[in-house]
Structures are given as structure tokens and as C-alpha cells.
């Protein structure tokens, strides 16, 4: 099995990423065009992005405020049965996000493009943090 990893620090609080990369209006403001769900362990998480892409990952373990990790369960079939984790560390001034993208099968163009695209996200996330810059989702793969 293989894995997408990156480390990304954040000028925010912990509360405040874990908000964003748990709950479906904090989803919204950084990776999906429209998300719908329950953040609790054993919940689901619709992640529509378009007509395309209308996936969804289901909660398998959160610890307040420090961990998420998804299944996903309706995805291209790449993404099946891939997880994505988050672990936050409180630092003084921020936190780090430890970013972990685990199970693909095999490392083909489909990964190397996810693996730029997890950056890239990861990054308006980041920005939007520490910025308040928002972009829409019709334009982030522009970004």
C-alpha cells in the first residue's frame, strides 16, 4: 500500500482547523463545492464537488481536537477503499497538520495528480486561516 503525506504549519488555533476539516461548512471553505453530514464517529460525510464527483467518507475515528480520520466509501474507484487522516499538534503560535492520504494500491499519474492536489488544497486551507482569503470552488483548480 502507498501514501500521500505532507506536513503543513498553520497561524491558527487548533479549535479552528479541526472546525475546518471536520465539519461539512468547514469542508466547504476549502475542498468541496457542497458537503452534508454528521461529525461524529460512524457518520457519514457527502463530498460533492461536481456532478462528476459526488463522493462520500465515512467518520472512522475523531479525536477532539487533534484527529479525523475518513473512509471513503463513495469515491472514483482509486479512492476505494483509501483514508484520509488529519492529526493536529497545538504549537505556541499555530499548530502543524500532519496530512495522510493512505491505502492507494498503486502509484500511477492518478496519485501523482492527487498528491499535487492534496498540496494545493492543503494550501487554501492554510490561506483562508491565516487570511480569510476565500476561494470559490468553481476556481480553485485554477488556483
Not at 466547504?28 to 459526488?54: A, C, H, P
Amino acid at each position: 500500500m502507498f501514501g500521500i503525506y505532507h506536513d503543513i504549519y498553520i497561524e491558527a488555533s487548533i479549535e479552528e482547523v479541526f472546525e475546518l476539516l471536520s465539519t461539512a461548512q468547514g469542508l466547504e471553505k476549502w475542498w468541496t463545492s457542497i458537503s452534508k453530514g454528521k461529525t461524529e464517529e460512524g457518520g457519514t460525510m457527502q463530498l460533492y464537488f461536481n456532478e462528476e464527483y459526488d463522493w462520500e467518507a465515512k467518520f472512522e475515528k475523531i479525536k477532539h481536537p487533534t484527529y479525523i480520520e475518513y473512509q471513503m466509501t463513495r469515491a472514483y474507484e482509486h479512492w476505494l477503499p483509501t483514508k484520509i487522516k488529519f492529526e493536529l499538534e497545538e504549537l505556541n503560535t499555530g499548530c502543524m497538520l500532519h496530512f495522510t492520504h493512505d491505502h492507494w494500491d498503486t502509484v500511477d499519474a492518478h496519485f501523482r495528480r492527487c498528491s499535487y492536489s492534496w498540496a494545493m488544497y492543503l494550501r487554501i486551507l492554510k490561506r483562508y486561516l491565516e487570511l480569510r482569503e476565500f476561494i470559490p470552488y468553481s476556481k480553485r483548480t485554477k488556483s
